[in-house]
Nanobody, 114 residues
């Protein structure tokens, strides 16, 4: 059974930093592109960062230069380092393949106070 477990969220002041982790289990994801997605209340879920199996990265314009995605294939884990956080980054953050599988984890809440 495939599982995606996100962690590392929390409440931080604007300008702060967080590091999110996503532990995948149930199968190997090393051949998949992986992504971090977020969904704010009333908004659609959006892809904010992705990383290919070879380590190539891509970012949404809104987070470029502030977020860094990385992966450890040996641990089947994907990370998202977020810095210079803004209140508009407040959302539930999820990881998934890119494009996403039907299954989603529970996500981790990130709240940035102004």
């Amino acid at each position: 059974q495939v599982q995606l477990v996100e962690s590392g969220g929390g409440l931080v002041p604007a300008g702060g930093s967080l590091r999110l982790s996503c532990a995948a289990s149930g199968r190997r994801f090393s051949i998949n592109a992986m992504g971090w997605y977020r969904q704010a209340p009333g908004n659609e879920r959006e892809l904010v960062a992705s990383i290919t199996s070879g380590g190539g990265t891509n970012y949404a314009d809104s987070v470029k230069g502030r977020f860094t995605i990385s992966r450890d294939n040996a641990k089947n884990t994907v990370y998202l380092r977020m810095s210079s956080l803004k209140p508009e980054d407040t959302a539930v953050y999820y990881c998934n393949t890119d494009p996403p599988m039907r299954y989603w984890g529970q996500g981790t809440q990130v709240t940035v106070s102004s």
